[in-house]
């Protein structure tokens, strides 16, 4: 066989530096994914419910590094059925990869199985190369032209278990890769983070806001917001950057008692909309409202990362007062359960400076990933020693589960999870939290929601 060059290609370059494996059982793919992540092959097993320890490793072979995944893995987190686990590893990789090696066996040829994954692979367009596995001697196999019958422009042919066409197949990789991996990451300008600092009047917001500015107020020239309802401060400190989100600095005029608190309301969400991180303000003598709790309820469904401030700790006098607005800030505050409470007083400008290290701490914690091994087998175990409950007779599954990547130039990224099921309505939600208190075990994620994105199964 005689496969053309790789640039001519249809699929051009992807988009990510993940290359999946995928393939119906026994061709290999464990094997391959040893081999690519230069690991010494001991047992290669495609059995399923064969347990791997890993399903993701980087390959470093060439002279481009990517991460290969090996979706055979997944057969070791579910007991699934046959072909409805390599149709949810097809989907899986068609999910998560930029580029997809569907494997397939060179000495016992085509099978049915292949013809349907190589058909519902073609309807992404991604780039894909067929790797013919097992040809271990010529560089052929006796079923060429039934595997160009499948219709892939890419056609290496190796033999994972030799060590043979592995170069030519990660070079082919190489060229399907972005022109330069890092470029993304590559030191951008940090971009300073918005910080609103939201709550009802009363709270202390521009007591804060000026606190924390040192009454440098009058020589930063405040920046009119997208919106009329805020001012933007920048602020520097110790070598980092913020813009301050202050929806303090402009008041309504002329409203008096309710309007003033539910316009208070209107104006926070667009600034909640807008920042990276929100500084939910209370009145520590007050305790939580019902406008303290809407505001929170805002912050929650826009999935911010936020601190709690307990405002005028001065005026807090014993450990039983603060105790009990602690308390009922946990109680009425529950959704919010994620945020640390930090106690202060702008006014005498006792602990001020812990909002910026509480701040720092939750943009530390959301760099911390979970890797996709760990995870899995966090979950696996996770639903083995505490299954979900039926529902309508149906117990919900999880095939894999891996954590998004996402882009935190400008912003503090919440860690978000995403999950194959066979059916997200079969997750009650205390099951969910449940999960969730697992994630929080493992990695510290104080002062960020944890988030959960399901795919389904599709059936046809
Ligand atoms: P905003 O409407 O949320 O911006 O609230 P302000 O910053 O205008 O503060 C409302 C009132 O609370 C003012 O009288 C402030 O002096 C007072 N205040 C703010 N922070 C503190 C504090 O930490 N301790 C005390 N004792 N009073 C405070």
Redesign the pocket.
């Known amino acids: 066989m005689n496969p053309p060059s790789p640039k001519s290609h249809a699929a051009g370059t992807a988009a990510s530096t993940t290359v999946a494996i995928v393939g119906r059982p026994n061709v290999g793919k464990s094997a391959l994914f040893n081999r690519l992540a230069g690991r010494r092959i001991s047992i290669v097993h495609d059995q399923p419910g064969v347990t791997r320890d890993r399903l993701c490793a980087p390959c470093v072979r060439g002279k481009k590094s990517f991460m290969v995944f090996d979706t055979g893995g997944i057969g070791s987190v579910v007991d699934a059925g046959f072909s409805e686990q390599i149709r949810a590893e097809a989907d899986i990789a068609i999910e998560t990869a930029g580029i997809i090696l569907l494997v397939v066996d060179g000495q016992t040829g085509l099978a049915s199985v292949d013809e349907e994954l190589a058909k519902h692979l073609r309807r992404v367009h991604k780039p894909l190369i067929l790797v013919v596995n097992k040809v271990d001697h010529d560089k052929h196999s006796d079923f060429e032209s039934d595997f160009a019958r499948l219709g892939f422009d890419s056609v290496v042919s190796v033999s994972a278990e030799h060590n043979r066409g592995i170069g030519e197949l990660i070079e082919r990789i190489e060229n399907l890769l972005p022109e330069t991996p890092g470029a993304v990451s590559e030191e951008p300008a940090a971009k300073p983070l918005k910080i609103a600092v939201v ?13 924390i500015l040192e009454d440098r107020r009058t020589l930063v020239s405040p920046i009119p917001g997208t919106t009329r309802d805020a001012v933007d401060v920048p602020y520097e400190r110790a070598g980092e950057h913020f813009v301050l989100i202050d929806t ?1 600095g402009i ?1 309504p005029r002329g409203k008096r008692g309710d309007s003033v608190e539910i316009f ?1 309301v209107m104006r926070a969400e667009s600034s909640i909309h807008r920042a990276a991180l929100c500084v939910l ?1 209370i ?3 007050a305790g939580v409202t019902a406008q303290d709790k809407k505001i929170a309820g805002l912050i929650r469904d826009e999935e911010k990362p936020c601190v709690v401030i307990v ?5 807090l006098d014993s450990e039983r007062e603060v105790s009990a607005v602690l308390k009922s800030i946990r109680d009425e505050l529950f959704f919010l359960d994620y945020a640390p409470i930090i106690l ?5 400008g ?1 602990d001020v400076h812990r909002l910026f290290r509480g701040i720092r701490n939750v943009r530390e914690n959301a760099a911390v990933k979970i890797g996709t091994g760990v995870l899995n087998r966090l979950f696996q175990t996770a639903l083995e020693s505490n299954p979900p409950p039926l529902r309508q007779n149906k117990r919900f599954r999880l095939l894999y589960a891996t954590q998004i990547d996402q882009d935190s130039r400008e912003r503090i990224r919440p860690p978000a999870f995403l999950l194959f099921v066979n059916d997200p309505d079969l997750l009650p939600p205390t099951y969910r939290k449940y999960l969730e208190g697992q994630i929080r075990e493992k990695a510290s994620y104080d002062g960020l929601p944890v988030l959960f994105r399901f795919r389904g199964r599709q059936r046809d």
């Open positions: 709550g009802r009047p009363n709270v202390g917001k521009s007591s804060l806001v000026n606190a303090a008041r208070s303000v009145d520590g003598t405002n005028k700790s001065d005026l202060l007083s702008a006014k005498t006792k």
